[in-house]
């Protein structure tokens, strides 16, 4: 028998590959009314089924107005493991209001047999952990390239979704190409640019893992920069799992 209850109104924390698939199938699901909620970092965001907003909230304080205004029968932080600040802030703002959480977070790669993993503590590490001389692979994004920049002594291949708005030095070459890769596409990207180290955060998730494989597969160092320590706690890993939170979420 149909369920008599009325829909629940979801605010969903994004900007990742798993965010959408939630708004995806939730799209479908009468149980619930979804709101995306996006930075507005990438000017052309991949589609996304369902309402939409984009815009910072103004801090804690701010999402909070927006949970009580807009009547948020639960939030959903699906946002990147590296997004700290967001993340800390949707919790503080679900305990202010007791507006539900649950949060999103996939798991974080480990090192299998054969890699080369040199830890670093963030992006200023990771920077500084590069050999002088190197062919360096970034894959971290556009936000965070200002202590590459300064390593005039190393030739950065930086691969993002779009192109820094200040210009870069000679020695940084941008590459513009959007996830999924393939370990085929890997492999080219690395012989071509003479890779001999590869940087990244340790997103996990498969849509990017390949260049890991291909990493592995060619004998490359790979500085992986650490999660944030003290993230709030994942309630999922995986889009089911919260699928099935949400259901027992409903039927209560
Ligand atoms: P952040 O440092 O945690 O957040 C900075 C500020 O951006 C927040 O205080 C908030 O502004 C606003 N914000 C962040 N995510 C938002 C969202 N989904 N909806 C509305 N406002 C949001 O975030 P970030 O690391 O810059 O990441 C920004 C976005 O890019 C996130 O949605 C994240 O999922 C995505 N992303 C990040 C990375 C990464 O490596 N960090 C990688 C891929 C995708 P107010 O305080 O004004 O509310």
């Known amino acids: 028998m149909a369920s008599e209850k009325r829909s629940l109104r979801l605010l969903l924390l994004g900007g990742t590959r798993e965010a959408r698939e939630l708004a995806e199938r939730l799209a479908h699901d009468e149980r619930w009314s979804v709101i995306s909620s996006?930075?507005?970092r990438t000017s052309e965001?991949?589609?996304?089924?369902?309402?939409?907003?984009?815009?910072?909230?103004?801090g804690v304080v701010g999402l909070a107005g927006y949970l009580s205004?807009?009547?948020?029968?639960?939030?959903?932080d699906a946002t990147h493991p590296f997004a700290e600040v967001i993340s800390h802030n949707a919790l503080s703002a679900a305990m202010?209001?007791?507006?539900?959480?649950?949060?999103?977070?996939?798991?974080p790669w480990q090192p299998g047999v054969g890699d080369q993993w040199l830890m670093a503590r963030d992006v200023q590490h990771a920077a500084e952990l590069i050999d002088p001389g190197a062919?360096?692979?970034?894959?971290?994004?556009?936000?965070?390239?200002?202590?590459?920049?300064?390593?005039?002594?190393?030739?950065?291949?930086?691969?993002?979704?779009?192109?820094?708005?200040?210009?870069?030095?000679?020695?940084?070459?941008?590459?513009?190409?959007r996830p999924p890769?393939?370990?085929?596409?890997?492999?080219?990207?690395?012989?071509?640019?003479r890779i001999n180290v590869l940087v990244t955060k340790n997103a996990g998730g498969a849509s990017v893992e390949a260049k890991l494989t291909a990493a592995r597969q060619l004998g490359l160092p790979v500085i992986m920069i650490e999660r944030p320590h003290d993230a709030p706690r994942a309630d999922?890993?995986?889009?089911?799992?919260?699928?099935?939170l949400l259901d027992a979420h409903h039927a209560t």
């Open 236 to 244: 999922a890993e995986t889009v089911t799992q919260l699928m099935h």
């Open 96 to 107: 202010q209001t007791g507006v539900p959480h649950l949060r999103f977070c996939r798991p």
């Open 38 to 40: 996006l930075a507005g």
């Open 181 to 193: 890769f393939t370990v085929p596409d890997e492999l080219a990207l690395l012989r071509d640019r």
């Open 69 to 76: 205004r807009n009547q948020i029968d639960v939030i959903v």
């Open 135 to 177: 062919h360096v692979l970034l894959t971290i994004g556009r936000q965070e390239l200002a202590p590459f920049l300064q390593r005039d002594d190393v030739h950065v291949v930086a691969r993002m979704i779009e192109a820094p708005e200040q210009g870069v030095p000679r020695h940084v070459e941008i590459v513009l190409a």
């Open 45 to 58: 965001p991949e589609r996304l089924a369902g309402q939409v907003r984009v815009g910072g909230f103004g």
